[in-house]
């Protein structure tokens, strides 16, 4: 069965950087398209960045655009979530799922895999 690990979650300063990571075991990551969700207190769970199985194609929100940078290593089955210039409105549960080889879309339901998440948490 596939299972993922997500790591790499803190404390950060606003303005700072972190690097999720997203392990995956079980099956072969090659197969697999790879998104990134969040999900703060009171709201709703939603999508921040997809990748697909060859890494051809990313996806990511308006509100990640330009700071958020997603990418892969099938060689390590790990998938990464680069975040710079980060914002107290980031705060939040990050998740990475997975769909073999699904579409890349930040939609929650396309995903039949998960990990347990990691808090990131961005405060002065």
């Known amino acids: 069965q596939l299972q993922l690990v997500e790591s790499g979650g803190g404390l950060v300063q606003p303005g700072g950087s972190l690097r999720l990571s997203c392990a995956v075991s079980?099956?072969?990551?090659?197969?697999?398209?790879i998104g990134w969700f969040r999900q703060a207190p009171g709201k709703e769970r939603e999508g921040v960045s997809c990748?697909?199985?060859?890494?051809?194609?990313?996806k990511y929100a308006d509100s990640v655009k330009g700071r958020f940078t997603i990418s892969r290593d099938n060689t390590k089955s790990t998938v990464y979530l680069q975040m710079n210039s980060l914002k107290p409105e980031d705060t939040a549960i990050y998740y990475c799922?997975?769909?073999?080889?699904?579409?890349?879309?930040?939609?929650?339901?396309?995903?039949?895999?998960w990990g347990q998440g990691t808090q990131v948490t961005v405060s002065s």
């Open positions: 990748i697909t199985s060859s890494g051809g194609s990313t």
């Open positions: 079980g099956f072969s990551l090659n197969y697999y398209t």
């Open positions: 799922a997975a769909d073999m080889f699904g579409l890349c879309v930040l939609k929650a339901s396309e995903y039949h895999y």
